[in-house]
């Protein structure tokens, strides 16, 4: 008898009900068990709006993720466990040789539905598991998602209170921060217990958030809970631990406030399905013909040429590191569709190409809330650029950093 962990954006072994649920079997069965990661898509995303077709994946991106899946095969080895990496999707990988049990972990987005459904579809036993998200659909969806972000906050909040999630292990060894990106699952734990701690940078998150240019302006989770290296309710159990430590900390509870709008999004892209990559989005369908895309803009935004110095600094950070600040990007998108006026879909995708951090649901969210096809009461958000530089850069260090 075997068994297959089909590995998907919860690449660790801690805190991950898929891969206890796979264990647990193996133990009751004796069955052997092997696991599978299938890349990310590489091939190039058509859309209308824009005459050539963008990269699905920077190089960059597939390197961070090939490395997260490295780290996550070597401690797969010493559990005995063989993690291959697939080169086509899970579906026509199994059917050669199938196993009698497939364990997976639920994405959140339209293509990783589409992904579930194919494998199901073969007829093989499988067990889903919501091993990314604090809530389970049950909980989300009952009585309906919210249409907007803050009745949906209230909720959870009201739903979770000051309680700590009963099923996640501490993390107990040396704490440091880490920064560029680490692939390593230890490495991610070691710097959330150092940011979220009594004496961590954590304690003036929410002053800090929105600067752009340090380290420890804010946490830098997100390509952790983006490619599961730390499951979110590790995080939110952190910020519980700590503020309760400290006797209150609003600076710490905002983590668990934006966590949230992760949240939030993980759900909204969940009930959406292939909605959310429309042009109009969630929205109503709009008469006006759908505006071509203009290859001259693309290449000034993406190139960092614009002449907008806040936009530029930003774009020209994300094509060297793979990385913005959330401020930078509420900037550098509202531009693309605002101010040169371009189809958000390609900025979305564009974004998506490299953002070592990319998460569908929060991706496509964001960008479709800031074009207002998304779940916004207010029917879009224009960031003025200079204002925010203004506020956010006041002595000009972000601009200067990223300057040619
Ligand atoms: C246009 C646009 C595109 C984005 N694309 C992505 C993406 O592909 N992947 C991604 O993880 N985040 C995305 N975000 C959200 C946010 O910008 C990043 O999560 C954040 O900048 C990552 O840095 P951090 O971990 O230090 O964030 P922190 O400020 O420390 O926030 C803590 C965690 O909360 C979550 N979070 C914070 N803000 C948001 C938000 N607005 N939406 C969803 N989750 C949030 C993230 O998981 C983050 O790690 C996008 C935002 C915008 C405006």
């Given at each position: 008898?075997?068994?297959?962990?089909?590995?998907?954006?919860?690449?660790?072994?801690?805190?991950?009900?898929?891969?206890?649920?796979?264990k647990a079997w193996q133990s009751e069965t004796g069955g052997a068990l092997s696991a599978v990661w299938v890349p990310s898509r590489t091939t190039p995303a058509n859309l209308i709006e824009y005459p050539d077709a963008l990269p699905r994946t920077s190089e960059a991106r597939s390197a961070y993720e090939s490395a997260c899946f490295e780290g996550?095969?070597?401690?797969?080895?010493?559990?005995?466990?063989?993690?291959?990496?697939?080169s086509e999707d899970l579906a026509s990988t199994v059917k050669a040789s199938p196993p009698s049990v497939i364990f997976f972990t639920h994405g959140a987005?339209?293509?990783?539905?589409?992904?579930?459904?194919?494998?199901?579809s073969t007829g093989i036993r499988c067990q889903g598991y919501h091993s990314r998200t604090l809530l389970t659909p049950r909980q989300a969806f009952d009585r309906g998602l919210p249409p907007t972000y803050t009745p949906f906050r209230k909720r959870v909040e009201a739903l979770l209170g000051d309680h700590p999630f009963e099923d996640i292990e501490r993390f107990e060894g040396p704490q440091a921060p880490t920064w560029p990106f680490t692939s390593l699952e230890a490495e991610a734990r070691a710097h959330?217990?150092?940011y979220i701690s009594e004496d961590g940078a954590g304690r003036h998150y929410k002053t800090r958030?929105?600067?752009?240019?340090?380290?420890?302006?804010?946490?830098?989770?997100?390509?952790?809970?983006?490619?599961?290296?730390?499951?979110?309710?590790?995080?939110?159990n952190r910020c519980l631990e700590v503020e309760e430590a400290v006797g209150g900390c609003e600076e710490i509870y905002w983590i668990r406030f934006e966590l949230l709008w992760?949240?939030?999004?993980?759900?909204?892209?969940?009930?959406a399905k292939g909605q959310l990559f429309r042009s109009h989005g969630l929205k109503q369908p709009d008469p006006r013909p759908t505006p071509k895309g203009s290859r001259k803009a693309f290449e000034l935004w993406t190139e960092g040429r614009t002449g907008d110095p806040l936009v530029d600094a930003a774009m020209r950070e994300l094509k060297a590191t793979g990385y913005q600040s959330n401020r930078a990007r509420q900037n550098a998108a509202s531009y693309w569709i605002h101010d040169l006026k371009q189809p958000w879909r390609v900025g979305a995708a564009y974004f998506e190409a490299m953002l070592l951090d990319y998460d569908a649901a929060s991706n496509w969210g964001n960008w479709a809330y800031i074009a207002g096809v998304g779940n916004d009461p207010r029917p879009f958000r224009k960031f003025n650029t200079h204002k925010q530089a203004e506020q956010y850069d006041a002595d000009g260090s972000y601009r200067d950093a990223w300057r040619t």
């Amino acid at each position: 008898m075997k068994g297959l962990w089909w590995i998907r954006d919860d690449q660790r072994l801690n805190n991950n009900p898929t891969w206890e649920a796979a264990k647990a079997w193996q133990s009751e069965t004796g069955g052997a068990l092997s696991a599978v990661w299938v890349p990310s898509r590489t091939t190039p995303a058509n859309l209308i709006e824009y005459p050539d077709a963008l990269p699905r994946t920077s190089e960059a991106r597939s390197a961070y993720e090939s490395a997260c899946f490295e780290g996550l095969r070597k401690a797969l080895a010493q559990h005995g466990v063989v993690a291959v990496r697939a080169s086509e999707d899970l579906a026509s990988t199994v059917k050669a040789s199938p196993p009698s049990v497939i364990f997976f972990t639920h994405g959140a987005a339209h293509e990783e539905q589409e992904d579930e459904a194919a494998v199901k579809s073969t007829g093989i036993r499988c067990q889903g598991y919501h091993s990314r998200t604090l809530l389970t659909p049950r909980q989300a969806f009952d009585r309906g998602l919210p249409p907007t972000y803050t009745p949906f906050r209230k909720r959870v909040e009201a739903l979770l209170g000051d309680h700590p999630f009963e099923d996640i292990e501490r993390f107990e060894g040396p704490q440091a921060p880490t920064w560029p990106f680490t692939s390593l699952e230890a490495e991610a734990r070691a710097h959330l217990y150092a940011y979220i701690s009594e004496d961590g940078a954590g304690r003036h998150y929410k002053t800090r958030r929105n600067g752009m240019l340090q380290s420890l302006d804010s946490t830098k989770l997100s390509a952790y809970l983006s490619r599961g290296l730390l499951h979110p309710k590790e995080v939110w159990n952190r910020c519980l631990e700590v503020e309760e430590a400290v006797g209150g900390c609003e600076e710490i509870y905002w983590i668990r406030f934006e966590l949230l709008w992760r949240e939030y999004f993980q759900w909204v892209a969940y009930e959406a399905k292939g909605q959310l990559f429309r042009s109009h989005g969630l929205k109503q369908p709009d008469p006006r013909p759908t505006p071509k895309g203009s290859r001259k803009a693309f290449e000034l935004w993406t190139e960092g040429r614009t002449g907008d110095p806040l936009v530029d600094a930003a774009m020209r950070e994300l094509k060297a590191t793979g990385y913005q600040s959330n401020r930078a990007r509420q900037n550098a998108a509202s531009y693309w569709i605002h101010d040169l006026k371009q189809p958000w879909r390609v900025g979305a995708a564009y974004f998506e190409a490299m953002l070592l951090d990319y998460d569908a649901a929060s991706n496509w969210g964001n960008w479709a809330y800031i074009a207002g096809v998304g779940n916004d009461p207010r029917p879009f958000r224009k960031f003025n650029t200079h204002k925010q530089a203004e506020q956010y850069d006041a002595d000009g260090s972000y601009r200067d950093a990223w300057r040619t």
